[in-house]
């Protein structure tokens, strides 16, 4: 049984911090691409970081280069997403998601299996 399970959201202040990390269990993690989205609420689940299972290429939307960083641990099945400069317009939850074969890495349906998703909640 696949499970995803995100960690590390939370209410901050606008400029500041957080690292979510998501870890995995029931998969040959390095074997898949890992990926990041988020949703707000009333607005569609959006892409926010992808980094693949290859050779660990990043990949980010346009509205989160340059603040955040997404990597992964394979010893720890883990994947990390570091947002820092946080904006009001980050909040939302956020979801980890695992992908068996390369694809569109910005399409949640090239995903296999998701998280449950973590609260980002960053007030101004």
């Known amino acids: 049984q696949v499970q995803l399970v995100e960690s590390g959201g939370g209410l901050v202040q606008a400029g500041d911090s957080l690292r979510l990390s998501c870890a995995a269990s029931?998969?040959?993690?390095?074997?898949?691409?890992m990926g990041w989205f988020r949703q707000a609420p009333g607005k569609e689940r959006e892409f926010v970081a992808a980094?693949?299972?290859?050779?660990?290429?990043?990949y980010y939307a346009d509205s989160v280069k340059g603040r955040f960083t997404i990597s992964r641990d394979n010893a720890k099945n883990t994947v990390y997403l570091q947002m820092n400069s946080l904006k009001s317009e980050d909040t939302a939850v956020y979801y980890c998601?695992?992908?068996?074969?390369?694809?569109?890495?910005?399409?949640?349906?090239?995903?296999?299996?998701w998280g449950q998703g973590t609260q980002v909640t960053v007030s101004s």
């Open positions: 998601a695992a992908a068996r074969v390369s694809g569109t890495y910005y399409r949640s349906a090239s995903y296999d299996y």
């Open positions: 029931g998969l040959t993690f390095s074997r898949y691409t």
């Open positions: 980094i693949s299972r290859s050779d660990g290429s990043t």
